[in-house]
C-alpha cells in the first residue's frame, strides 16, 4: 500500500555508530547525532559486515598464486565491474580505484595531454579547483542559477585560442549548499567545444543515481567514505585514453610489465596499459570491496527512494528554521533550487564556530562549521569578496580568523529524530 510504501522509504538504513552516546555539558548523556555527512558518511552496517566477511581471507591480489591470492584478486576486479555497473559506466570505460575523490582528481591532472587547458568554476571544492598545476586554469564567475552556469561555460570555451585539448571539471552537487548542478547540460557545451569533462561526484554519489553513460560525462570520480564505505578508497571511472598516453601516476610494482638493467647502469621500463598503470603498489582490496558492498546497498535500497526520505529530512529543517530569527541559508541558485541533504546557514549575531560548538556540547550532535575547503564560494556566499584574498583555491590572509557557516548534512542512515533535535536546537 501506499502507507507501507512510505514507511518504507521513511525507515534509515542501518549505519555504524547509531548506538554510541556522548556525555552533554548540561548534564546525561544522549545519542550522538551525525548530521555531517558530507564530510564522511558513517559506514553502512551491511557494508562493515561485507568486510568483516571476507577479512579472513584476504590474501596479495594479481601476484599470489596462492587460493587466498585468487580469491582477492577475483573480489578486487569484481568490485571494479561493481562499480562500472553502479555508474552506468560505457563498456570501454575503465575503473581506477584511488584514495578519494582529491587523489583520483590529482590522477587525472597528472595525465592530462600537453597544452591542456582546464575550467573550472570558482564554486568548487579545492579538490576540485587545485589539483590542475601545469595547466592553465581558467577559474570561471559563480552562476546564479543552472542556465548562467552553461552559458557562462559556453562563452569560456567559445573564446578559447588555440583549440588544444581542454578538461571541465564540475560538481555534481556542491557540498556546501547541496545545490545540484546541470551536469548534462555542461557535458554538452564541452562536447560541443571539443573539450572534456570530469563530474566530482564525491557528493552526488551518496544520494542520487549517477550514469556516466546518461550524463555523457568523460570521467567521474567519488570517495568511498562519503558513500557509506570507511575511509581510504576512491574511483576514478571514464575513459581510458588519457590515461593510456600518459605516465604512471605512481611508478612501481604492479604498474610496470618488464624493467631491464640496461648496459649503462639505468633501468628501462615497459609500463602497464590498463587500469594497472595507475595502481601501482598493493591496491587496497578491502577498501575496494566495501566501496563496491555500498554500491550494491544503495542499489538495493534504492537511490530514488533515499532520494524522498532526503526531500523529507531538507523540508523538516527549512520549515523547522523558518521562523528562527537571523537564520540565514547559503545558496548560489535560490532556496528552492533541488539539492541533495547538505544545507548551510549563519544566525545573525552568531559566531558560527560558537554556534556549533553549542549544538555538540549541548545537544550531541555533530555538524561542520567554516568554509569546508570551498573558500571562494563560501566568502561569496557569505558577502565577502572571493577575489580579494586572492581568488581561486585562496586560503585567507595569514592570521586572520575567516567567518564561516555551519553546515548540516545527512543522509540514509539519518532517523528523523537526529534532524529534528537540529531544529528545536537551533531554535533554543
Ligand atoms: N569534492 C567534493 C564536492 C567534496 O565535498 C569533497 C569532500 N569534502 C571532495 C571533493 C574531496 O573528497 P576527499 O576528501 O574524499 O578526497
Given at each position: 500500500s501506499a502507507v507501507a510504501a512510505d514507511r518504507s522509504v521513511r525507515a534509515p538504513l542501518p549505519v555504524l555508530g547509531r548506538d554510541v552516546t556522548v556525555p552533554l555539558v548540561t548534564g546525561g548523556e544522549v545519542a550522538y547525532a551525525a548530521l555531517d555527512y558530507a564530510a564522511s558518511a558513517p559506514a553502512l552496517q551491511r557494508v562493515w559486515d561485507d568486510?568483516?566477511?571476507?577479512?579472513?581471507?584476504?590474501?596479495?591480489?594479481?601476484?599470489?598464486?596462492?587460493?587466498?591470492?585468487?580469491?582477492?584478486?577475483?573480489?578486487?576486479?569484481?568490485?571494479?565491474?561493481?562499480?562500472?555497473?553502479?555508474?552506468?559506466?560505457?563498456?570501454?570505460?575503465?575503473?581506477?580505484?584511488?584514495?578519494?575523490?582529491?587523489?583520483?582528481?590529482?590522477?587525472?591532472?597528472?595525465?592530462?595531454?600537453?597544452?591542456?587547458?582546464?575550467?573550472?568554476?570558482?564554486?568548487?571544492?579545492?579538490?576540485?579547483?587545485?589539483?590542475?598545476?601545469?595547466?592553465?586554469?581558467?577559474?570561471?564567475?559563480?552562476?546564479?542559477?543552472?542556465?548562467?552556469?552553461?552559458?557562462?561555460?559556453?562563452?569560456?570555451?567559445?573564446?578559447?585560442?588555440?583549440?588544444?585539448?581542454?578538461?571541465?571539471?564540475?560538481?555534481?552537487?556542491?557540498?556546501?549548499?547541496?545545490?545540484?548542478?546541470?551536469?548534462?547540460?555542461?557535458?554538452?557545451?564541452?562536447?560541443?567545444?571539443?573539450?572534456?569533462?570530469?563530474?566530482?561526484?564525491?557528493?552526488?554519489?551518496?544520494?542520487?543515481?549517477?550514469?556516466?553513460?546518461?550524463?555523457?560525462?568523460?570521467?567521474?570520480?567519488?570517495?568511498?567514505?562519503?558513500?557509506?564505505?570507511?575511509?581510504?578508497?576512491?574511483?576514478?571511472?571514464?575513459?581510458?585514453?588519457?590515461?593510456?598516453?600518459?605516465?604512471p601516476y605512481l611508478a612501481g610494482g604492479g604498474a610496470s610489465r618488464a624493467v631491464t638493467r640496461r648496459a649503462d647502469g639505468g633501468v628501462d621500463v615497459e609500463w602497464q596499459d590498463g587500469v594497472a598503470r595507475h595502481e601501482a603498489g598493493s591496491p587496497n582490496v578491502i577498501g575496494a570491496h566495501a566501496v563496491a558492498s555500498a554500491c550494491k546497498a544503495l542499489t538495493e535500497a534504492g537511490l530514488d527512494a533515499l532520494a524522498a526520505r532526503e526531500e523529507h529530512l531538507i523540508r523538516t529543517v527549512r520549515e523547522g528554521l523558518a521562523d528562527v530569527p537571523g537564520v540565514r541559508f547559503l545558496s548560489l541558485f535560490g532556496d528552492d533550487a533541488p539539492r541533495v541533504g547538505v544545507l548551510s546557514f549563519v544566525v545573525e549575531g552568531w559566531d558560527s564556530s560558537h554556534l556549533a560548538a553549542a549544538l555538540s556540547a549541548e545537544y550531541g550532535i555533530g555538524v561542520r562549521d567554516g568554509l569546508f575547503c570551498a573558500h571562494p564560494l563560501v566568502r561569496a556566499l557569505l558577502g565577502d569578496d572571493p577575489r580579494g584574498r586572492g581568488g581561486c583555491g585562496a586560503s585567507g590572509t595569514p592570521g586572520e580568523r575567516p567567518r564561516g557557516a555551519v553546515r548540516v548534512s545527512f543522509g540514509a542512515g539519518t532517523p528523523d529524530e537526529h534532524v529534528e533535535r537540529f531544529v528545536r536546537a537551533v531554535g533554543e
Open positions: 568486510v568483516a566477511a571476507y577479512a579472513p581471507y584476504y590474501g596479495s591480489v594479481h601476484r599470489g598464486a596462492g587460493h587466498l591470492s585468487q580469491l582477492s584478486t577475483e573480489l578486487f576486479e569484481d568490485a571494479r565491474r561493481t562499480v562500472a555497473a553502479f555508474l552506468d559506466c560505457r563498456a570501454a570505460d575503465q575503473v581506477v580505484f584511488t584514495r578519494s575523490t582529491t587523489d583520483s582528481l590529482n590522477l587525472l591532472a597528472a595525465a592530462l595531454p600537453e597544452g591542456c587547458e582546464v575550467f573550472v568554476f570558482e564554486t568548487e571544492h579545492h579538490a576540485a579547483l587545485l589539483p590542475w598545476r601545469g595547466a592553465r586554469v581558467t577559474c570561471l564567475d559563480a552562476p546564479a542559477g543552472p542556465r548562467q552556469a552553461v552559458d557562462t561555460l559556453e562563452r569560456a570555451l567559445a573564446d578559447r585560442r588555440p583549440h588544444g585539448p581542454a578538461l571541465v571539471c564540475v560538481t555534481g552537487a556542491s557540498n556546501v549548499t547541496g545545490e545540484l548542478w546541470p551536469v548534462r547540460e555542461l557535458a554538452a557545451a564541452a562536447h560541443a567545444h571539443g573539450a572534456r569533462i570530469v563530474l566530482d561526484a564525491a557528493q552526488l554519489a551518496p544520494h542520487r543515481p549517477v550514469s556516466v553513460r546518461d550524463l555523457d560525462v568523460d570521467w567521474v570520480a567519488f570517495s568511498g567514505h562519503k558513500l557509506y564505505a570507511p575511509f581510504g578508497s576512491g574511483v576514478l571511472a571514464g575513459r581510458a585514453d588519457w590515461l593510456r598516453e600518459a605516465g
